[in-house]
């Protein structure tokens, strides 16, 4: 609103008299209440360079035809205007310059506001150094970080891998997950004044390489934290087999060995798998004597965080006096607690074999469901996925019979109790051979990709069915050949951080491994050249970005490798 002066009634008076001067005299403004005010960013400046500028925000009183006078002190002309530009200071050091702003409003009606602006010479520098060298660090090391930064008030770190820290000390620690190449930022600040340093900073993957002869070839690997490894395997001790389980940590160091006893004099450890609170669950297959014939069966057993047998489970799973053979060939911990198993059952005396299954409630003793999947075909069991609470997908072998050279990839949806869920699946044709594998759920939960080896083109190659969570194929088969001709023999496939797939196998009498997308589509195979007979048999990515990778030297020797991101491990 405008504002108006008012007038004595001895003023109008004078008016009517033509005296203006002496009517003037008498002129109040009743409604002048202006406040001048304004702010800025800090009172005090650090000045590295000649001048500063400081940016100075009007927060007076408004009112309509406000008249602004800007007074910097400094030697300089007046500013006018509501919001001037930034004024160009020069270090006064401990002298401030006093800013004065006044504003009118017609005659006789005006305020003043004043501050006082330090500007000091020298702005922050920041500079820092570390105790690792900028290739040397690795994944899950601690390196400390010494700022050596001078003329600030605080300081902030930025690690490159999301993770930040503030503060005035003059040393921070910090390790990386990931392997990979990251820039390390640090910031000294003082006052408005910010100054940045940084460094190139890469992470490595701790690497190696383990071949031991008086272990035989791993079977299974899984990481048990960001710097530990278990592995479950079997050796050839006096022509018999004996399972062991080995934790190594993340330099390859072996931890510990534990030959396991308590399976029978003859046994062979195939798959294992960790419970919620760390111990683990293994499966594999025992023999017996059942006359003069030896006569396999499933065994499983519960084993501490640390390796200690906990219980037997009923060990072994059946011990008739018949003599089906029952062998196990994977074992998953369900969401809802206990073990699945799958298998096979076979009947020598008609040359059958089915699928078998085995599912314990939560305490592990107690049998959910124990039978044969009985399909029209001569099959065995190779792998289970739980794909929703307490339904799971199995993999399986498919045969005309026992002794058919074309078997075809079978996978179904079973519930809790065993039974059959929508229809069975095959995979692969009449002409050539597909042989199961492995199963795993898609990183997003949505899918499930299939691996397995097939002969279609007169040599073995690593063979992919993408499916859906109840089995369904999703688009064609993947084949994988090899240009050279050389076989190509799959052993696992595993889930990867970007959303696609790990496989790992055999190439040409080598071990190799590859990384797919989402769809199965295939990155370069990468081989290792070895001499003799080789081979990976299991493997997963590491939470470093890495892979772990396990198997086999010469057929009779663990063989265990740790890669960076690259596959690389020397």
């Given amino acids: 609103m405008k504002i108006f002066a008012s007038y004595s009634l001895s003023c109008f008076l004078l008016l009517l008299g033509f005296s203006l001067a002496a009517c003037l005299k008498y002129k109040t403004i009743p409604d002048c209440d202006l406040r001048a005010g304004f702010t800025v960013a800090s009172d005090t400046i650090y000045c590295s360079s000649g001048t500063c500028p400081v940016q100075f925000i009007d927060s007076s009183k408004v009112f309509p035809d406000l008249e602004y006078e800007w007074d910097f ?31 009118r409003l017609g005659e006789g009606c005006m305020d003043t506001f004043a501050r006082n602006i330090y500007v000091l010479d020298g702005g922050p520098v ?38 930040t820290f503030k503060g005035v000390g003059s040393t921070v620690s910090h390790s990386y997950a990931v392997a990979d190449d990251y820039t390390v930022r640090l910031t000294a600040i003082r006052g408005t004044q910010r100054n940045t340093f940084s460094l190139p900073f890469k992470v490595k993957a701790h690497k190696f390489e383990i071949s031991r002869a ?57 798959d294992f798998d960790i419970l919620p609170n760390g111990s683990f669950v293994l499966v594999g297959t025992t023999f017996r004597k059942v006359g003069s014939n030896t006569t396999p069966d499933i065994f499983y057993l519960w084993l501490d965080a640390v390796g200690n047998v906990q219980s037997t489970l009923g060990l072994p799973i059946s011990m008739r006096s018949d003599n089906l053979e029952e062998s196990a060939s994977s074992i998953i911990v369900p969401s809802t607690g206990g073990i699945m ?13 089915h699928i078998y299954l085995f599912k314990s409630a939560t305490n592990l003793n107690n049998i959910d469901m124990n039978l044969p999947v009985s399909l029209p075909d001569y099959e065995e069991g190779i792998a289970a996925v739980e794909v929703s609470v307490e339904n799971f997908v199995v993999l ?38 597909e042989f199961a594998v492995s199963i795993s759920k898609a990183a997003d939960g949505m899918a499930l990709m299939i691996c397995g080896t097939t002969t279609s083109n007169g040599n073995q190659d690593f063979y992919l069915v993408k499916t859906d969570l109840a089995g369904n194929p999703l688009g064609s088969a993947k084949i994988v050949p090899d240009a050279s001709g050389v076989q190509q023999i799959s052993k696992e496939i595993s889930p990867t951080k970007n959303g696609g797939f790990l496989i790992v196998g055999i190439q040409g009498g080598n071990p190799c491994f590859f990384t797919t997308d989402a769809n199965g589509n295939n990155n370069p195979i990468k081989t290792y050249s070895m001499n003799g007979t080789e081979g990976f048999i299991s493997g997963l990515q590491t939470t470093d970005g890495g ?24």
């Fill in 73 to 103: 002190r400094d030697g300089s002309a007046k500013v006018f205007g509501r919001t001037p530009a930034p004024h160009n200071f020069a270090p006064n050091n401990s002298i401030p310059y006093r800013v004065l702003l006044t504003v």
């Fill in 214 to 270: 008086d272990l035989g070839p791993a079977r299974k690997v899984k990481q048990l934290s960001d710097r530990s490894y278990a592995i479950i395997g079997n050796s050839i001790v006096g022509g018999k087999s004996k399972p062991y389980l080995m934790f190594v940590g993340e330099k390859g160091t072996p931890v510990q060995i534990l030959p396991i006893t308590t399976v029978g004099d003859d046994a062979k450890v195939a």
């Fill in 547 to 570: 892979f772990i990778l396990a198997g086999y030297l010469e057929n009779t020797k663990l063989y265990l490798v740790k890669t960076d991101k690259n596959g690389n491990f020397n």
């Fill in 126 to 163: 920041a500079r820092f150094t570390s105790d690792q060298a900028m290739d040397m660090c690795f994944t899950n090391e601690s390196v400390t970080f010494t700022s050596q930064s001078t003329n600030y008030d605080s300081i902030e770190w930025s690690f490159g891998d999301g993770s």
């Fill in 396 to 433: 399986g072998q498919t045969r005309t019979n026992a002794f058919s050279a074309t078997p075809d990839i079978l996978f179904f949806k079973v519930n809790k109790f065993g039974a059959i869920t929508g229809n069975t699946h095959t995979s692969g044709n009449a002409s050539s051979g």
């Fill in 341 to 353: 198993i799958t298998g096979r059952v076979f009947d020598p005396n008609t040359n059958t074999s």
